[in-house]
């Protein structure tokens, strides 16, 4: 379920500019350009909702945001690594919380909502990217940070205004939302219940299989010609034109780089830090007693896992004023390394805590920096620059195919043999200079394009553009068997030991089944039975293939036994035993969860109230604008190809 005010209040137009963006641009997370243009005016508009308008560059900013949200939670460094699908249901739930906020702020317009001076003052001292190193708001950081990204003082005002105003009309339709207890009981036992199984492996390579004769493996190699052909090659020249090759040629001025130098000083001029870990207790005995235990030796994950009924964190690396309490944030500075401190009474409540890592404050000089900040323009300048060069490059591939490229456009150029995989001859990867996601298209392109085919200018993926010439082809060919002699008799093993090992494990199925599960089959049988760790749901147990756990969970009763192909063998289990913990013994947990479903419930109450806004006054869609736009996020449809 999306968190509505989540993204309305953090990831939307106003948020993103108040709390979001403009603070990820000062600490140097690249996307300082999202804000640079944000007071003009723009004709692209996507969305008109009455006075209210979504641009194409507050859409673009705001998918760009969701995305690197939704590649941190799949694990991925970089949101091109994403699936194109995947990219495009972002953008498309983007749109729909840009409209809602633009509903709400509408009608909070008409209602008459204002917000007292005092309160806009408040808010904008308490921003994070206006504080100086003493926590405090600085007027003179203000201003530098204003200048940076191009917005009047006043401009920013009325944001945060409109955004307080929204706030005001939301959040007291919200508050009182909360999940009810049978509710909260059935989502806690689905998430705390455990289970625990009985398990026999069957590993593909303690499995015994016979020599093969000459005729075993001229026969498998016959069936199996496949496995065995050299793949087809092609050799291409490809010419590349994206941000990140534009932002190779882009010259920054001295005194531009020394600007944001300046604005980021923050980042540059590190205080010391400490990696610190904390239990907060609720009394004082029960502080003591984690000290206690902390004393005889119990290590960190000991304390976190005995301390259910206290609060536990590990800071790391975290400055001085990042410790919401002043008091502990003192008594951390001030404590020897790895010395145990506590327990000790502070505003939060007891607490017990140990530093683990002292690292003495740091200064990083503009020389040093020269090179991050230079990155950190050019790509930010990159984007608008490649909209500029496109017509250029597709005027000089139509003149003079890909050969004739001038140097002042920003594009790489790259030739070379490589196959569908984007290896070369030599089983490297080839250099091509583009992202994941371009990599991708333009192998594609290559293995999709006819030999010999006029180059055409294609967009792809994160604003980048390509063209490909193909200028021969090796077609795909079956090995000889004597050439293949090694690579058939490994996939010969390879299958015999994954035939025998699903022979011998059916057999225990099938046994256990008959005869009450792996431990009486597996005895009979002289295998071993492993007996692993409880599962529980979204957490590894070692030994355990994920795909079994999940299998576990979705059985009903005790007794049952499931089998398991895995990759690198077979498994068999039956499942032991179902436990369901007493909510009363995991208050903390029940609270979490408690609070999740009650935020949801507010969402679903914030997002019915945008969602009939919408029947007040109709959302005004500019179709041509969103497809180009929903193309430069997915890479698909839209803007397509350009012909010479």
Aim: proline share 6%.
């Amino acid at each position: 379920m999306i968190s509505f005010l989540r993204h309305v209040f953090v990831d939307s137009w106003l948020g993103r500019v108040i709390a979001g963006l403009l603070f990820l641009a000062f600490v140097g997370w690249g996307v300082g350009d999202v804000l640079s243009n944000i007071g003009s005016e723009r004709a692209d508009v996507i969305v008109r909702v009455g006075g209210q308008t979504v641009t194409t560059e507050d859409f673009l900013s705001a998918v760009q945001n969701e995305l690197q949200q939704v590649a941190r939670q799949s694990g991925m460094t970089d949101p091109a690594q994403l699936p194109v699908a995947t990219r495009r249901q972002a953008a498309e739930q983007v749109l729909q919380r840009l409209m809602m906020q633009s509903e709400i702020t509408l009608s909070a317009e008409r209602l008459g909502v204002t917000v007292p001076d005092d309160a806009l003052r408040t808010e904008v001292f308490g921003l994070p990217a206006f504080k100086g190193p003493d926590g405090r708001f600085d007027r003179k950081l203000f201003d530098s940070r204003l200048q940076q990204i191009g917005m009047t003082e006043k401009r920013l005002l009325d944001l945060i205004r409109a955004d307080l105003a929204v706030r005001a009309l939301v959040e007291p339709l919200q508050n009182g939302a909360r999940a009810p207890e049978t509710m909260v009981r059935h989502v806690f036992d689905f998430d705390a219940q455990t289970r625990t199984i009985d398990m026999v492996r069957f590993p593909l390579t303690a499995q015994a299989v016979p020599t093969p004769d000459a005729a075993q493996l001229h026969r498998f190699y016959d069936n199996h010609s496949w496995l065995f052909q050299t793949p087809e090659y092609r050799h291409a020249r490809i010419v590349v034109l994206s941000p990140d090759s534009v932002a190779q040629s882009v010259e920054i001025p001295d005194a531009e780089l020394k600007r944001l130098y300046e604005a980021e000083a923050a980042k540059y001029n590190v205080p010391e830090t400490r990696t610190v870990q904390i239990v907060t207790a609720p009394s004082q005995a029960r502080a003591q007693a984690i000290a206690d235990q902390w004393k005889a030796g119990a290590d960190w994950d000991r304390i976190q896992a005995d301390a259910k009924d206290s609060a536990t964190v590990q800071m790391d690396d975290v400055r001085q004023v990042g410790i919401p309490s002043v008091g502990l944030a003192k008594l951390v500075f001030a404590a020897p390394l790895a010395n145990l401190q506590g327990p000790v009474q502070v505003d939060t409540g007891w607490v017990v805590f140990r530093v683990t890592l002292v690292t003495p404050p740091h200064v990083t000089t503009f020389d040093a920096a020269r090179q991050e900040l230079r990155e950190q323009i050019a790509h930010g300048q990159a984007a608008e620059l490649v909209g500029q060069r496109v017509q250029k490059l597709q005027d000089a591939i139509a003149g003079g195919g890909l050969d004739h490229i001038p140097d002042n456009l920003g594009a790489a150029a790259i030739a070379g043999t490589l196959n569908a995989q984007g290896m070369t001859q030599g089983g490297e990867t080839a250099p091509i200079p583009a992202s994941p996601a371009l990599r991708k298209a333009i192998i594609e392109r290559v293995f999709s394009q006819a030999k010999g085919a006029n180059p055409t200018l294609v967009q792809g993926p994160e604003n980048g553009w390509y063209a490909v010439a193909i200028d021969s082809i090796i077609p795909a060919q079956v090995q000889p068997f004597d050439a293949a002699a090694a690579q058939v008799r490994a996939a010969w093993d390879d299958e015999a030991r994954r035939h025998a090992a699903n022979v011998a494990a059916t057999a225990l199925y099938v046994a256990a089944k008959d005869h009450g599960g792996v431990a009486a089959a597996a005895a009979a049988a002289g295998q071993t039975v492993e007996h692993p760790a409880p599962l529980a749901r979204g957490q590894a147990v070692e030994g355990v293939p994920e795909e079994l756990a999940q299998l576990a969970f979705r059985l009903d009763k005790t007794g049952q036994t499931m089998m398991l192909d895995g990759p690198d063998g077979f498994y068999v289990a039956t499942l032991t035993a179902i436990t369901h913990p007493a909510p009363d013994k995991e208050a903390m947990r029940v609270g979490r969860i408690r609070s999740a479903m009650s935020q949801a419930l507010a969402d679903d109450i914030g997002m019915s109230y945008a969602a009939a806004l919408q029947q007040v006054v109709k959302p005004k869609t500019n179709m041509s604008a969103l497809k180009s736009a929903l193309a430069s996020v997915s890479g698909t449809g839209g803007a397509g190809e350009t012909s010479p």
